[in-house]
T-cell receptor, first 114, second 111 residues
Framework: GENVEQHPSTLSVQEGDSAVIKCTYSDSASNYFPWYKQELGKRPQLIIDIRSNVGEKKDQRIAVTLNKTAKHFSLHITETQPEDSAVYFCAASRGGTSYGKLTFGQGTILTVHP | SQTIHQWPATLVQPVGSPLSLECTVEGTSNPNLYWYRQAAGRGLQLLFYSVGIGQISSEVPQNLSASRPQDRQFILSSKKLLLSDSGFYLC??????????FGSGTRLTVV
């Protein structure tokens, strides 16, 4: 089955700096890569996703890049703000008979210091 | 618009007691439904998924079971809870591969 590794496990930055979280996956058939943000005690919320037919996607201060050859993808947050502090999860999935089953990374605790 | 409801929000149960967590989805038909568990605030583990009424697939062997009695209803159960069943349980739905949305979760503490 799919295995997703996420690094770093914790990340501390100053407000205004950039933050980068990286994930690698094992299943070359995976073609959908979402990122979720989870605030303390709340549900994970989808913040951005990318499909295997593109290499990069951007939404305001958040961007995701995908390298299918190397089987890794990354989340980039620019101009970080204290409200960006949360746990971030990457995930991978493939179509066909997988019915949207997502395999998650272990999460990154991001702390943005004012 | 689609919404997902999950209850209860918190639950404290003694070891050996039964469990029933319910999840319902509104505003969509024939969704794929999932139960995840999150221990210690990190790492989501897929427990069960269902692609239709009465169709349940288990991802990991455990003390829990799932049922889907109606198209938009997904239930997580246990006959006898263990201490290790404590965690944050999340229901999720999707239509096809995309649009994966989580419920608000149930924090279960087994004492």
């Amino acid at each position: 089955g799919e295995n997703v590794e996420q690094h770093p496990s914790t990340l501390s930055v100053q407000e205004g700096d950039s933050a980068v979280i990286k994930c690698t996956y094992s299943d070359s058939a995976s073609n959908y890569f979402p990122w979720y943000k989870q605030e303390l005690g709340k549900r994970p919320q989808l913040i951005i996703d990318i499909r295997s037919n593109v290499g990069e996607k951007k939404d305001q201060r958040i961007a995701v890049t995908l390298n299918k050859t190397a089987k890794h993808f990354s989340l980039h947050i620019t101009e970080t703000q204290p409200e960006d502090s949360a746990v971030y999860f990457c995930a991978a999935s493939r179509g066909g008979t997988s019915y949207g089953k997502l395999t998650f990374g272990q999460g990154t605790i991001l702390t943005v210091h004012p | 618009s689609q919404t997902i409801h999950q209850w209860p929000a918190t639950l404290v149960q003694p070891v050996g007691s039964p469990l029933s967590l319910e999840c319902t989805v509104e505003g969509t038909s024939n969704p794929n439904l999932y139960w995840y568990r999150q221990a210690a605030g990190r790492g989501l583990q897929l427990l069960f998924y269902s692609v239709g009424i009465g169709q349940i697939s288990s991802e990991v062997p455990q003390n829990l079971s799932a049922s889907r009695p109606q198209d938009r209803q997904f239930i997580l159960s246990s006959k006898k809870l263990l201490l290790s069943d404590s965690g944050f349980y999340l229901c999720a739905w999707s239509v096809g591969l995309y649009g994966y949305t989580f419920g608000s979760g149930t924090r279960l503490t087994v004492v």
